[in-house]
């Protein structure tokens, strides 16, 4: 399967996957959605241009705040991401490419601690910035703060367990097309 | 000229992030002012077909509760048939006539169309409903959705050709004129975006008498909901020693968590209250003008 049909196939899973059963389940706490859906951000291949990557961002957030009424939103969010994550790659993989030749981010391309950071701090960020936007039109400062973590804390459970359960075939960039 | 053009493209990332975040931005807040998305016919469409195949799987796991509402429903309106009233002079035969407008001086003010919920969430402080009705079936603008068993549930913000979205009771922006059944007394409802069982309403006066349990209904003042429909029950009665008003708890009478079929109703002089309402705000205030120059 090429890479691009199985990046298709990844957004709509993940989007329907957000819609219809983590914005569905009853919740832990009422306003604590457990993200996952930026997984597809964090998982897009090494390969994509830094403009393409936002505005895969953009339209992936957009495409959620359609399904469930929060223009913009997330799809604030996801570009800020999608602008970070090349920053990250750079500090967390290693310099001399001959050693680097996945197509992807994951556990097994980048180590275990590095992906950790890399999946901490943009999940951290998108979080972040997105109960900020919603804060700023409604809320309290401490229920800021601990939907931050919290929702944090449930989605980087998540995208842990899933790299667990589901392990990625490792694909290597070759000569050979 | 050259500079600014090496400029732009030495950081055109940044800016494309720039161009993306404030799209993003002016998306979000417009959206959250009028509640008018952007694009939004062609999304809902496109959303409202997706909700509806999933609407449909998930049908079966509400129609126990759905069946036991209509059914309630039912009762409650086979109460009010024609037949269940006899008439004890035998001379005077009882007639009721049908036609919506009729020369006793009564006409339809109000009417109802059914609608499915195809999407809806309780766990946002801002949550929209999703119905499969617009524009071209008649849904309008300010139009107010009731539940199948005849509580209210919220006010329509948002029509595309084939579906709609409103505002859910459980909104933090959203305010519907009620009042209590016993006394008739107004006030309004308000949610503040804690707990998804439990409303507020808001400005009745202390100096009257409130139990745990009174009803709470929409009142007759109100431009999109038809009076008498349940809005909840009062939970519990919240002593603001600051005000002379008391914040009462209300239990919320519809069951947010499984809505299914809703009833949409349109109050046909909608229009023409909101305007004469608007005239008269305009009208005082050119008084006020005059006055002062």
């Known amino acids: 399967m090429s890479e691009a049909v199985k990046n298709i196939f990844r957004f709509i899973l993940f989007i329907l996957l957000q819609v219809y059963v983590l914005n569905k389940v009853p919740h832990l706490h009422r306003f604590i959605t457990p993200y996952l859906y930026f997984l597809f951000i964090i998982w897009l291949p090494f390969s994509v241009s830094r403009q393409w990557l936002m505005l895969i961002g953009f339209i992936t957030g957009l495409t959620l705040d359609y399904f469930i009424m ?3 939103l997330h799809a604030a969010a996801c570009t800020l991401i999608a602008y970070v994550r090349p920053f990250l790659i750079n500090i967390l ?3 001399d490419s001959s050693e680097f030749n996945y197509r992807e981010p994951s556990p097994a391309a980048m180590r275990w601690a590095p992906y950790a950071v890399y999946v901490f701090v943009l999940t951290s960020l ?3 910035y997105l ?4 804060w700023m039109s409604f809320g309290t400062f401490t229920g800021f703060i601990i939907k931050v973590i919290a929702t944090t804390a449930i989605s980087l459970l998540l995208i842990f367990t899933i790299e667990l359960l589901f392990p990625r075939k490792l694909k290597f960039k070759t000569n050979v097309a | 000229m050259r500079n600014i053009f090496l400029f732009i493209r030495r950081y055109r990332t940044f800016f494309t992030f720039l161009i993306l975040q ?6 979000l807040f417009s959206y959250n002012k009028y509640h ?3 694009f939004l016919g062609v999304a809902n469409e496109i959303t409202g077909r997706i909700n509806t195949q999933y609407n449909k799987v998930e049908d079966y796991f509400t129609l126990k509760e759905e069946n036991r509402r209509i059914h309630r429903l039912n009762d409650s309106l086979l109460n009010l048939l024609p037949r269940n009233f006899g008439v004890r002079d035998t001379i005077v035969q009882m007639v009721r006539d049908s036609v919506s407008v009729d020369t006793m001086g009564t006409y339809r003010r109000y009417y109802s169309r059914p609608a499915v919920v195809v999407y809806n969430t309780i766990n946002s402080q801002k949550n929209y409903i999703q119905l499969n009705r617009g524009s071209s079936q008649g849904i309008r603008d300010n139009m107010a959705v009731v539940n199948s ?4 549930v919220g006010v329509v913000v948002n029509v ?4 709609s979205q409103a505002m859910s009771l459980l909104h933090v922006q959203n305010k519907v004129n009620a009042s209590l059944k016993r006394s008739g007394d107004m006030g309004t409802i308000e949610w503040d975006g804690v707990n998804p069982q439990y409303l507020q309403l808001k400005g009745i006066p202390k100096s009257i008498d409130i139990k745990k349990g009174d009803t709470v209904l929409t009142s007759p003042y109100s431009f999109n909901f038809p009076p008498g429909y349940l809005v909840g029950t009062v939970a519990e009665i919240v002593n603001d020693k600051s005000t002379n008003f008391y914040v009462l708890k209300i239990k919320t009478g519809t069951n947010f968590y499984s809505l299914h079929q809703v009833h949409v109703l349109a109050n046909t002089d909608y229009d023409e209250q909101t305007r004469l309402n608007k005239e008269t705000k305009r009208r005082i205030e050119e008084n006020k003008r005059h006055r002062s120059e």
């Open chain 2, 149 to 152: 068993d005849g509580s209210v």
């Open chain 2, 160 to 163: 595309s050709p084939n579906f």
């Open chain 1, 93 to 95: 993989t290693p310099k």
């Open chain 2, 36 to 38: 008018r998305a952007k």
């Open chain 1, 70 to 72: 929060t223009p913009g």
């Open chain 2, 22 to 27: 404030g799209v993003a931005l002016w998306f």
């Open chain 1, 126 to 128: 998108h979080h972040t």
């Open chain 1, 131 to 134: 109960v900020l936007l919603e």
